[in-house]
Nanobody, 126 residues
Framework: QVWLVESGGGLVQAGGSLRLSCAASGFTSRISVVGWFRQAPGKEREFVAA????????RYADSVKGRFTISGDDAKNTVYLQMNSLKPEDTAVYYC???????????????????WGRGTQVTVSS
């Protein structure tokens, strides 16, 4: 079992920055990929970014490329999402997810992840 806890959300003006954290506990050595997803009201949960903590592979959604950066700190079992140049359309609940079955391609669909945090709200005002 793996537990994930997100933090760092909040209210920020457009153009501002936030850094989200995802702290993992439990059988963290089994984790093959950690991803960030977001869900706005009335919309489906969508992929934001993912990182392979062991191999270093990273993938981003096109909508956040160049603005968001995902990184990991193995010593702290924590994955970060640095979000810069935030836009009102980035407003959503942000979820951290983890997968333990190994995969060749970086997974981007929610069903490909088997552990989820409860989410943290990010609100970007115009």
């Amino acid at each position: 079992q793996v537990w994930l806890v997100e933090s760092g959300g909040g209210l920020v003006q457009a153009g501002g920055s936030l850094r989200l954290s995802c702290a993992a506990s439990g059988f963290t050595s089994r984790i093959s990929v950690v991803g960030w997803f977001r869900q706005a009201p009335g919309k489906e949960r969508e992929f934001v970014a993912a990182i392979d903590p062991n191999g270093g592979n990273i993938r981003y959604a096109d909508s956040v490329k160049g603005r968001f950066t995902i990184s990991g700190d193995d010593a702290k079992n924590t994955v970060y999402l640095q979000m810069n140049s935030l836009k009102p359309e980035d407003t959503a609940v942000y979820y951290c997810a983890a997968r333990d079955p190994r995969t060749v391609a970086m997974p981007t669909a929610p069903f490909e992840y088997n552990y989820w945090g409860r989410g943290t709200q990010v609100t970007v005002s115009s």
